[in-house]
């Protein structure tokens, strides 16, 4: 395949995860919101937002106040917000068109309709009441897409560095939002074990779409260690770094099968991995929660640029 | 033409007195009995259609860069059997001509030897590439694919409005609407013998490879080469890159290496041995030709000229389908083929002739002027439908660069209905069908792409105008 198309449907999944990662976080802020009365930690809550998205710094350019419907408008919809869902999805659009041979008609017409139906759904301010319906659709349009790829596409290459964008999306995606909230795991607050930590950790939690199977796995009892092995090393939950790692690494391993031997971006992801395998959960506290993410999301980042390089996505 | 001399207007459906003709008589009576509001909700749902699937194009100068649909008319344009052969013996002998000549011009000349064409045509004419003199592009072919754009006069007069021959679109709209017409109508498929056109993209794939330089692969690589996204075509590049099972590559792409045109895969470069372009020729390559184009590919020229690679349709084919050399078809056909024209040109004035501009400048109100190098129906002056204020201003352009324009007498061109929603209204439409050379030969599809004015009395059918697309079908024997 051609390394311009290799890089279109990488970037196709990575934006799109990117749009419904935002739409998480966005839901789990609103919810906050509504369980939480007083207007500064609402505020705290949208910026913590803001900064998990990388977005902080753009959005205090134009505003100084942190209030929901304008945070989550900006993020949903904002034309000067270079990265706000609508302009997330229209990229993914762009880069589905620009590889249009490579993907299936079942694929396009699935990004074609999403985004003529979150353009539709976004063409007007987002309001409180229906911000739930908006974000669902998110949701639901990204899961079609993927419906789309999981049934339609042939695996290969093709499907191949579409998944690794995902995934590779995903990782980064989840090391943020640990990274952001990691001091609510560390055992100083944990001891207090107040009402205001569990409600931190599950919103953690939710912010990953992993309230819910955490529940069901630790019949519901709220432990931080236990909550950080789960997003980072439970190989299980769909959206732990483990699981997003595996992920990548399979993939990888089939191009290295389909082109006939591995590169560069094989061995550092052998590296990156080895530790999502070997390390426990006590050692990453150990060694220090933020120091292991910081180390996890640059870890990330080499590897999608050494992946790009050794495939040619660019001249 | 603005039809209000209904005298001579010719409806392809209907007599003038309103019974049907021979043509339509089967889609009528399926016609008639179709629920009107069933009707208006498949036209609704067309458009859905051509949405979702993303049959768009991108209007230039327009701001917003917003994508448009092609509007789609769900009334069939219906060509006969006979009507149907007499045309493509004509589009042919049309063909062959233009191949014939565009050998002759960059080799021996013989044409202008001749007489019968005037050297300052070629001399002054940006469209002829000097690069491509004494050179025979791979199996002789100059034109590999041509889109002939006809209008109808009358019941048996087909005329040659233009000879697409550098970079025809469109024929996206004849296939797309053929599969909008039988998801919509299937029983009328079955009820009605429509030869199919489903096939055309293998016939290209085919035509290609066949054209492909003698160091090609056994099995050669064929590559649709686009100018990218937001390209006003870009849906048609990629659909038949898609339906061919070719490579739809840009220019950054590629590179030149070994001799040889070389695309940039995740495993390293490779070979391509045709490459269809749907770039002008200005943006091929920024070593021969526009040195600002960021598009091209350095060098390409070169391995052309060295045989490394077939480039469809060949650089410098646009001599053929200037509106200038237009004028001249006739005396073309005759020259190489050695017979009369089967198909007539429009009469036209060529405004550099003092003669002729004089009569322009007197009739300007009853004529149809265009640029030379113009298309897309741009930068035109239909004189019938003209503000006073727009004929003084075309008068000063004419008289300012004469050789720049041609003009035309107001054709009364054919109509055939419309779907609209007090039922049908005849509206003007002109054909573009689809021709492929090789050196296999000559294959034209049953069918075409049939535009529409959309607008009542309107005879710009051009899509970038407000025009619209019908079905075309070329009936069975």
Redesign the interface.
């Known amino acids: 395949?051609?390394?311009?198309s290799?890089n279109g449907v990488f970037w196709m999944a990575r934006y799109l995860e990117r749009a419904e990662n935002t739409a998480r976080l966005i839901d789990v802020g609103f919810h906050l919101a509504l369980t939480r009365g007083d207007r500064s930690s609402q505020e705290e809550e949208w910026k913590s937002v803001l900064t998990t998205t990388g977005q902080l710094e753009d959005y205090s350019e134009k505003h100084t106040e942190f209030f929901g419907p304008q945070v989550f408008n900006y993020l949903l919809r904002d034309r000067d917000n270079p990265a706000s869902v609508l302009q997330m999805i229209e990229f993914a659009r762009?880069n589905a068109?620009?590889v249009?041979?490579s993907i299936t008609?079942e694929v396009?017409?699935a990004i074609?309709?999403t985004w003529?139906t979150l353009r539709d759904v976004l063409s007007r301010p987002v309001r409180e009441t229906n911000l739930g319906d908006v974000l669902s659709t998110i949701r639901s349009q990204a899961t079609l897409v993927r419906g789309a790829m999981e049934g339609s596409m042939l695996r290969n290459?093709v499907f191949n560095?579409a998944r690794i964008g995902t995934f590779i999306e995903r990782a980064d995606s989840t090391a943020r939002i640990l990274d952001v909230k990691y001091y609510v795991l560390l055992p100083s607050v944990a001891w207090v074990g107040s009402s205001l930590d569990n409600v931190q950790w599950d919103t953690l939690l939710r912010s990953v779409a992993g309230d819910r199977a955490y529940s069901w796995l630790n019949a519901g009892t709220m432990d931080p260690r236990e909550i950080a092995r789960f997003l980072i090393l439970d190989g299980r939950f769909p959206r732990s770094l483990a699981f997003c790692y595996d992920k990548v690494r399979s993939n990888m391993a089939g191009?290295a099968m389909q082109?006939g031997g591995e590169t560069e971006a094989h061995e550092l992801l052998r590296d990156a991995g080895a530790q999502l395998h070997q390390l426990d959960i006590e050692q990453i506290f150990d060694r220090g929660l933020h120091e292991f993410l910081q180390d996890v999301i640059a870890k990330t980042n080499r590897i999608g640029a050494c992946i790009a390089a050794e495939?040619?996505f660019i001249? | 033409m603005t039809s209000s001399t209904s005298a001579s207007k010719y409806d392809e459906m209907f007599n003038p007195d309103g019974t049907v003709r021979p043509a339509y008589a089967d889609f009528r009576d399926w016609y008639d009995t179709q629920d009107p509001a069933w009707l208006k909700r498949q036209d609704a749902e067309a458009e859905r259609f051509f949405?979702?699937?993303?049959i768009t194009f991108n209007v230039y100068g327009d701001d917003d860069g917003e994508e448009r649909l092609i509007p789609f008319d769900m009334i069939p344009r219906i060509i006969t059997a006979r009507e149907w052969r007499k045309l493509t013996r004509g589009i042919e002998q049309r063909v062959r001509a233009l191949n014939a000549f565009l050998q002759d011009l960059y080799h021996r000349q013989e044409i202008i030897r001749s007489g019968r064409l005037p050297i300052h045509y070629l001399r002054d004419n940006d469209a002829f590439l000097s690069q491509m003199i004494g050179f025979t592009p791979p199996g002789g072919v100059y034109t590999h694919i041509v889109g002939i754009d006809l209008v109808r006069t009358g019941p048996d007069e087909f005329v040659v409005l233009e000879d697409n021959a550098r970079t025809p679109s469109g024929v996206s709209y004849m296939l797309e609407n053929r599969e909008t017409m039988m998801q919509m109508f299937p029983e009328l498929f079955t009820k009605i013998p429509v030869r199919p056109v489903s096939d055309y993209p293998r016939r290209l794939a085919r035509s290609l490879r066949a054209c492909a330089p003698t160091c090609a692969a056994a099995r050669p690589v064929v590559a649709v080469l686009t100018p990218?996204?937001y390209n006003s075509a870009?849906f048609e590049h990629?659909f038949l890159?898609?339906e061919m099972g070719?490579?739809?590559?840009?220019g950054?792409?590629l590179r030149v290496m070994d001799g040889r045109v070389q695309?940039?895969?995740?495993?390293?470069y490779t070979p391509v041995d045709v490459i269809y372009r749907r770039v002008d020729d200005d943006f091929l390559d920024p070593l021969t030709f526009n040195p600002e184009s960021a598009l091209g590919i350095p060098g390409i020229m070169d391995v052309y000229r060295s045989g490394g690679v077939t480039i469809a349709n060949a650089p410098g084919t646009g001599i053929a389908d200037d509106k200038a050399i237009y004028t001249f078809m006739p005396e073309i056909v005759e020259f190489y083929t050695g017979e009369k024209p089967i198909l007539k040109n429009v009469e036209t004035w060529r405004c550099i002739e003092e003669d002729s501009l004089k009569y322009v400048l007197d009739n300007l109100s009853d004529l149809v002027v265009k640029e030379v190098h113009g298309s897309g129906g741009y930068g035109m002056l239909i004189g019938p439908a003209a503000s006073k204020k727009e004929l003084n201003e075309f008068e000063a352009k004419l008289r300012a660069k004469p050789e720049n324009y041609i003009a035309q007498p107001t054709l009364s061109l054919s109509t055939v209905p419309i779907f609209t929603s007090k039922g049908l209204a005849p509206r003007h439409v002109d054909l573009r069908p689809f021709v492929l050379v090789s050196p296999d030969g000559i294959d034209i599809t049953p069918g075409g792409l049939t535009r529409v004015a959309l607008k009542k009395g309107s005879l710009v059918v051009n899509s970038s105008q407000g025009g619209g697309t019908k079905d075309s079908w070329v009936l069975d024997e």
């Not at chain 1, 395949?1 to 311009?4: A, H």
């Not at chain 2, 070719?246 to 840009?250: D, F, G, R, T, V």
């Not at chain 2, 695309?263 to 390293?268: I, V």
């Open positions: 395949m051609l390394g311009r290799a762009t068109r620009m249009r041979t008609d396009w017409e074609n309709e003529m290459d560095f191009i082109y495939y040619r001249e | 949405r979702r699937v993303g990218g996204i870009y990629a890159a898609d070719a490579e739809l590559i840009e950054s792409d695309m940039r895969t995740t495993t390293g």
